[in-house]
């Protein structure tokens, strides 16, 4: 069998010259900036360290955009935040052993939120690899077994050639759906060492697309189609990929109700009247969805805050569309549709015959009335009115990324999102600290769009050294910080469970000053003020603090 090339593109004299006669003074470093920049990659977080100067050193010769942070952890989360926003694949430069190890909790979050971020760690020289204890700094007998029950793919490098075909291989895995982290680690000496090759030109790492299968397809659009109670539930998979249009028409041809996830936050508009929000830690929604005859679960895994802490048991037919394979049925029997949700919606919207429901958005208001009354009855002014704020003062188009905090958690149910992919928050691995350095990342994504932050106090304090970053790269972004002495939520839970709360109580700086003193304009806020205060905040070019000392609550669970 023969193949033509011919349609290949060919070099031209000046091309080949140049192929033929590479620059002098590159290194492995180069190789691997060169194979970024010929992905179509333009900004990359990070931060140095021994082994990994080589990387860095070949930053300065490239046209890539760098963003240092001041602790790995921060810079992987930065990096997820970058990727998620853009959809982009995010790079992250890290070094060996300690740096590498530092980046790991940042990489769960990407991987439970399925951002496509590339690790590229550096590794001690290749005479050391193997698992001997020959003593180097910062060895690991296998650094690889860190690291691969959190990412997608490991890539492994021995030789300066193989690093654009390693980074490719990765890229494209990041960009596979569901999308997610993967490592690239290259040896010091490696990285070092000087190449003749030539310098790497544009390459191709597409990601392989995820269609559903058609014979499930026409079998799921039966079921909508002859559904007398039809309901879809919206995650993570529907921002991700960018389907929130076809999900919307969907759910107007067959009539059917949609309650998004704390994921899929912004899939449908809040104020739609067959939007039941985001209320899933609710038994009047849980029930609401257990009595849907057919259950359309679109970019989910039902996991344990979509199912109101597995307390939801479906008594209909359940159709699962899910990039992930992994999470098809995991947790309910289903009609299980391995496909990217914007494929999977698009045949689905082509296949279903239209169904009218006159009641459907009687059925809507009906439980969201209930639930507004289970929360009116609970006194919980002073957390609405706060949130109210937030939601005022918060441009529609600017992304808003929320620390693991208790007003985090009312957003999660209560906030309306307005656009697809603009909130954010850690709750796919839980990690405290996320909310800064991620919007870090998004407002290098775009530094035209204010950004916001959310944390508490605790949280803070896990990224307070970001503070510099964002002043050093003059990032327009807000940091409102509800300061409440300690770990709030932590604190209800102790409490609640055992009468009293352990650890949880936290002395903690004037963060005013402390913003000052970076350089970074603060101010102490008021509920009343809020919205005036992060208002103005917001509308300030750079970065910023608002500080609202508060003791909030979260409202009760029903689940228990």
Excluded at 417 to 426: D, I, K, L
Excluded at 526 to 536: F, I, R, V
């Amino acid at each position: 069998m023969s193949h033509d090339h011919d349609d290949r593109p060919q070099l031209t004299a000046a091309q080949a010259a140049a192929v033929l006669t590479p620059p002098p003074g590159r290194n492995g470093g180069d190789l691997v900036v060169e194979s970024l920049q010929g992905l179509g990659a333009t900004t990359v977080f990070g931060l140095p360290g021994q082994h990994a100067l080589g990387m860095f050193d070949a930053l300065r010769r490239s046209s890539l955009r760098y963003v240092g942070l001041r602790v790995e952890n921060n810079a992987g989360f930065a990096a997820d935040a970058y990727g998620r926003i853009t959809g982009e694949v995010a790079p992250l430069l890290l070094s060996t052993g300690p740096g590498a190890l530092t980046s790991l909790a940042a990489l769960q979050e990407a991987a439970a939120a399925s951002a496509p971020v590339l690790a590229i760690s550096s590794q001690i020289p290749t005479a050391g690899l193997g698992g001997g204890r020959h003593g180097y700094l910062h060895e690991l007998r296998d650094q690889q077994a860190s690291v691969r029950d959190i990412v997608k793919s490991v890539h492994t490098v021995r030789a300066a050639s193989q690093i654009p075909s390693a980074i490719a291989a990765a890229w494209e895995s990041a960009l596979t759906a569901p999308h997610g982290p993967v490592w690239v680690e290259i040896p010091q000496d490696v990285l070092l060492a000087e190449t003749t090759l030539p310098v790497v030109s544009a390459m191709d790492a597409t990601p392989r697309e995820l269609y559903p299968r058609p014979e499930l397809t026409i079998a799921a659009a039966h079921l909508l189609s002859n559904a007398e109670r039809p309901v879809i539930i919206a995650g993570g998979g529907v921002v991700r990929s960018d389907a929130s249009g076809k999900l919307r028409a969907l759910a107007e041809k067959i009539d059917a109700p949609v309650v998004t996830t704390f994921g899929g936050k912004g899939a449908f508009p809040w104020e739609h009247p067959l939007s039941l929000r985001s209320w899933l830690e609710d038994r009047h929604t849980t029930d609401f969805l257990e009595d849907a005859d057919v259950l359309l679960v679109v970019g989910s895994g039902l996991g344990e805050l979509s199912s109101n802490y597995h307390t939801f048991r479906p008594r209909g037919r359940v159709i699962q569309i899910e990039a992930d394979a992994g999470k098809l049925e995991s947790n309910h029997p289903a009609l299980g549709i391995h496909s990217d949700a914007r494929e999977a919606l698009s045949e689905l919207l082509a296949a279903v015959e239209p169904r009218e429901d006159a009641g459907a958005a009687e059925r809507v208001v009906a439980v969201l009335e209930k639930v507004r009354a289970r929360i009116d009855a609970q006194e919980l002014t002073l957390e609405q009115q706060v949130l109210d704020a937030v939601r005022q003062a918060l441009p529609d188009g600017s992304p808003s990324f929320w620390d693991m905090t208790i007003l985090a958690y009312w957003a999660w149910s209560a906030f309306d999102a307005r656009r697809p992919n603009t909130m954010h928050s850690a709750q796919g691995a839980g990690g405290l600290g996320y909310g800064f350095p991620a919007a870090i990342g998004a407002a290098s994504a775009d530094p035209t769009t204010p950004v916001l932050a959310v944390s508490g106090d605790g949280g803070a304090m896990y990224s307070i050294a970001e503070l510099a970053t964002a002043r050093q790269y003059d990032l327009p972004l807000t940091w409102l910080i509800v300061d409440d002495g300690g770990y709030g939520i932590l604190r209800e839970y102790m409490t609640g469970a055992f009468g009293e709360a352990t650890g949880t109580e936290l002395s903690r700086p004037d963060f005013v000053a402390l913003a000052g003193s970076f350089g970074v304009p603060a101010v102490r806020t008021t509920p009343e003020s809020l919205a005036a205060d992060l208002g103005k905040a917001l509308a300030e070019p750079g970065p910023s603090v608002v500080v609202l000392p508060a003791l909030l609550r979260m409202f009760e669970p029903t689940h228990l």
